[in-house]
């Protein structure tokens, strides 16, 4: 059974920088892309980044492009998310999620059907 779960949300204030984990397991980690999805209150979920199975191409939303940065450890299981100069705008809560397409090497974006598995999430508030 495939199993995300993400950790490393929290308090922070604006301007400044949170790293967000995902653990993955149950799963040939290495072989599928990967991708942070947030929500905010009141608002629908939305993607934010996505990874290659290889980490060789990323993918990010016009909103956070040049703040965030997706990375992957396969040896680890583990996709990571480095938010830097932080908006209270992100305030969300923050879910990885797998692509479904083993070895695909194209975009790692758009909409949530292309993901079929999901970690429960992890609030981050980012105060001003």
């Known amino acids: 059974q495939v199993q995300l779960v993400e950790s490393g949300g929290g308090l922070v204030q604006a301007g400044g920088s949170l790293r967000l984990s995902c653990a993955a397991s149950g799963l040939s980690f290495s072989i599928y892309g990967m991708a942070w999805f947030r929500q905010a209150p009141g608002k629908e979920r939305e993607f934010v980044a996505g990874?290659?199975?290889?980490?060789?191409?990323?993918t990010y939303a016009d909103s956070v492009k040049g703040r965030f940065t997706i990375s992957r450890d396969n040896p680890k299981n583990t996709v990571y998310l480095q938010r830097n100069s932080l908006k209270p705008e992100d305030t969300a809560v923050y879910y990885c999620?797998?692509?479904?397409?083993?070895?695909?090497?194209?975009?790692?974006?758009?909409?949530?059907?292309?993901?079929?598995?999901w970690g429960q999430g992890t609030q981050v508030i980012v105060s001003s």
């Open positions: 999620a797998k692509d479904r397409r083993a070895f695909y090497s194209g975009s790692v974006s758009g909409g949530s059907a292309a993901f079929d598995a």
């Open positions: 990874i290659t199975w290889n980490g060789r191409s990323t």
